[in-house]
Structures are given as C-alpha cells and as structure tokens.
C-alpha cells in the first residue's frame, strides 16, 4: 500500500509514523514544499522517499496537512489525480469550506473531512512523535459522504491511534472550534501582545511572570502560517465568539470599576466549575 | 525561636515546610480560621501546632498568608501585638494597600511587603509542598523599611529556599503584577465563562477541547476567595491593563472582519518572541 502524506509537520508527521507502526510494510511518501521537512523527515524514519504531486497518480491513500488556505486550493486537484479507489483525508482545523470545496467533485466519495483534536504549540517534522493522538479526539465530517470502505479502514487506524471517534457536520464542527480552540488562540495571542507592549523591559516578564502567565500565554506561541488561514476561513464563528468573549471582558471590567466585587466573586466561582469538565478531558485523554 | 503562620494554605504551609526544613528546632504554630486546615497541617507534618492571635505575642516570626483583603485588615493589629525584636511578612499578590497600611506604624520597620511568584491553580493545606519556591522570584517591596538584620535573616530564608530575589516599590509591583498575572486569570475565567455560555451541552467541552484549551483556561480554577480581593485592592492597575486587552481584541476582530490578514499573521509572527522569553523564564526557574 501505498499511503501519500502532503505536509509533513507535527500532525502529518506524527500521522505517518503511525501508519508504518500499524503496517509495516506499507510505502511512505513525503510531499513538502520544505525541502529541508523532507529530509529531516527522511533522517528520522518518518517517511520512506520523498516525492511529488505525480505520486497521487498511484497512491492508495492520501492525507493532506498543510494549512487550511493552501488545502483549500490542493484539495480538488489531489481529488482529480486520485485512483478511483484510493483515500484522500485532510486533516484540518477548519471544515465546513473544505467540504463546500469539493461537495460537487465526482470523486467526494473518495474524500473523508478530519481534524484530530491533538496540535500542540510546536510545529514541524522535528515535532512529530508516536503517540500523539493517544486518547485524543478524531472529529469526522460528513462521514456518510465517504465510500463505507473507505470510511471503515480511515476508522480502524484511528482507532488503532488510541483516538475516540465523533462524528458532525462540518459547520456544526467549526462552530464548536471557533468556540473550544480558535478563541483560545486569540485569546493567548492578544495577551502576549498586550503584556509585550505594556512590558518594555522584557526582562521583568522573565523575572516576575509565573507559571500561571505561561500558561495562559503558550499558546502564543503557535504559528501564525497555520492559524492566520484559520481564522480567515472562520471567520464568521470566530467574530461572534470573540464578540462574546470582549462583552464578558467588558462588564468584568465594569463591575470592577463599579465594585460590584461579590458579583465577580460568583462569576468565578460558577466558572470554577470547568474544573471538574477538565478532569474529564484529562481523565479521558 | 517561635515562627508563626497564619493562613495554612499553598503558600503558608509550604513556607512553613520550608522553615521547618531550614531549621527543625523551631516551632510552628499555624493559625487558620478553617479548623479542618489546621488538622491537615497538624496531620501532615507542616505544623507542630494550633495556634490563636494570642501566640502573636511571644513569636519572634509571623508569616501573613491569607487573602488580600483579610491581611489589610489584620495586618495593623498583628504589628501591634507584635514583639520589638520580632518579623512580620505577608506575602500576598498586592502590594501598595498593605504598605500604605502601615506606613506610619510605630513597629513598620518590623513588617516586610514580599510576594513570592509560586501560586498555582491549587489551595489548601493539601496542595502545600516543599519545593514550590525552587526557582521562583521573590518580590520584597519598601525593603530598605524593614530593620536590617530582620531583612537579612528573610532574604538568607528566601535564598535557601532557592528563591531569587527582586526588589521595587509597592505601587511598581503592583502594576507589573496587574500586567503579568492578575491579567492572566481575568483572561482565562472569562474565557472559561464565555465557554460554558456558549457550549450548553459540557459533554462537548470535555469531548472536544485539546490541551490548548485547557492550558488557556487553567487559571480559571483559581480560588474566587482569593482573586476577587486581589482584583479589588488593584483596581486602577487593573482595569488599565484590561482596557489594553479588549482593545487588542478588538482590533484583532476588526483586521478579521476587514480581511486584513496578513496584519493579524505579522501580530501573531511578533508575539511569537514571546517563546524564547518564555524559555527564559523556564530556564531561571
């Protein structure tokens, strides 16, 4: 079998390691327009040759894991190329237009909508590693819309990845993503910022911030190359979550201004709650 | 020699570990007004013994380890009943009320202003540990206030607990700390509130969301008990920083609205120095 991976970075990457730890025998092409991924990933074992678009022509199966942007204008061509046979799969952050793409393509059944819920703020082939999508959740859109055999052997490697399937539609995914990821991210992002420009002197941020700081801040250190297209293709779930987010910003600060300190006392308190939601995540993951 | 600490949580029962670590011949006795906390200090070692406002008296060193708003008010009278020869410290996340407190205190020279940066999510006896300061900053405000040899004798503690020492002015404090902290947890619980509003069904939050989001939302288990004064005592410095922040949303959603993403990508791109601060930070500690 002949399994093509475009975009060999931490998700791609770590999902062409899986691939050859569930078989063995199966041939591993790398396509990236890095050429130093390529061989990197060469150097650690994460892919077999590396090749071009022309191995589509043949592949059997086909992950596409480049930023969102890029695979939105990649998508249909790949989907051309494709033995009427073979799997093509993109694994991400945004669904819904991805979808749209291709939901006229006379080879959509060939096409399955992914996202594994497992980035983490490091990037590349370096990053990549067995075991990343351990307990993780592997969202799936318009699943009916994949050949059943198809869909069946994408399932059982993914489960054979430890991940826990579930299934929607993709604007009810991107819904969601703008809600529990893409917010997160602009939230993070905006408070480096703001702390970067209110903290002259860099070296009181490495002196005084805690880990609490870091915390809230990690995810600043994304790469803007994979989420700028993010927030552009959703952009519209994204407005209205952010809008939420500023407003609840806004009467924090007003009731603050106003001392209207038990009112914020209970906000936080009901929001302690998340608390027992997180073991959850954690307990499951 | 006789330590006093009142308020048994994270951080007083984790000094008093360490006190007790430095030199075993002295004798601990905890105050707290929830009696279940001293029986776990009791239990676990962290003190000899329960303690009441009497024990002020004859100690020759008092931690104030209790929230913000409780230590203004109890601050003066533990200095009044303080010993000539002996210490008082808080070590509470704001700075400027307490020391303007007791400004013109007869005993001031006895009261140290210092704030350790080692909180975590956790509170309680429980959560106590040695160790937690290894590596972290300690803040001391006004030092030059407090008599030599009582400075001398906290700093030698605070270096044996391998703590690194800062030194600035209360209000100083106070507003970096509104910038690299007290940010952060308003940051992350309204983030955490806008999330439960939106996602009605929790099932969806604990199915969906990665470790981003829950390193984003982290602090959002903070102790209300212990915030709501902190936000209240630093109020000025606060709702600057937070008008700085919805302001960077703000623009961040307009660029979004108005698709000017390759500003939104350079934002991110300069945020991302953010990492090798970080790292920093990381490495020191």
């Known amino acids: 079998m002949k399994v093509v991976v475009i975009g060999i970075g931490l998700i791609g990457g770590s999902m062409a390691l899986e691939f050859k730890r569930i078989d063995p025998t199966i041939t591993l092409v790398g396509i990236d327009q890095n050429d130093n991924h390529l061989d990197q990933a060469m150097a650690m074992g994460v892919i077999d040759q590396k090749g071009s678009m022309k191995d589509i022509d043949t592949a059997d199966r086909v992950v ?20 009427s046979n073979a ?7 945004t669904k ?7 939901a ?12 594994p819920i497992a980035g983490t ?14 307990g993780k959740p592997q969202i799936l859109c318009q699943a009916k819309k994949t050949k059943p055999e198809l869909l069946q052997w994408a399932k059982a490697q993914f489960r054979q990845m430890g991940m826990y399937l579930r299934f929607m539609e993709a604007e009810e995914h991107d819904r969601h993503m703008a809600c529990v990821s893409h917010l997160s991210h602009i939230s993070s992002f905006m408070l480096g910022k703001t702390v970067l420009e209110e ?16 915390s809230t801040v990690r995810l600043a250190k994304s790469n803007p190359d994979m989420w700028a297209p993010i927030f552009e293709q959703n952009k519209a779930n994204v407005v ?46």
């Open 64 to 83: 596409l894991s480049i930023p969102v942007k890029a695979s939105l204008h990649l998508l249909p061509t790949v989907l051309d190329r494709l033995p």
């Open 87 to 93: 799997l093509l799969m993109d694994v991400g952050s």
């Open 104 to 115: 006229a393509h006379p080879k959509r059944q060939n096409y399955l909508a992914a996202h």
């Open 121 to 134: 703020e490091f990037s590349g082939p370096s990053a990549a590693h067995l075991g990343l999508f351990e």
């Open 240 to 285: 209205d979550i952010l809008s939420a987010y500023i407003a609840n910003l806004e009467q924090f600060k007003d009731k603050l201004v106003k001392h209207q300190i038990e009112d914020l006392h209970q906000q936080m308190k009901n929001t302690n709650q998340l608390s027992t939601i997180l073991n959850g995540i954690k307990h499951n993951n």
């Open 96 to 102: 819904a237009a991805l979808c749209a793409a291709v």
């Open 199 to 214: 903290e002259a002197d860099e070296q009181n941020i490495f002196d005084l911030a805690g880990s609490g700081f870091e």
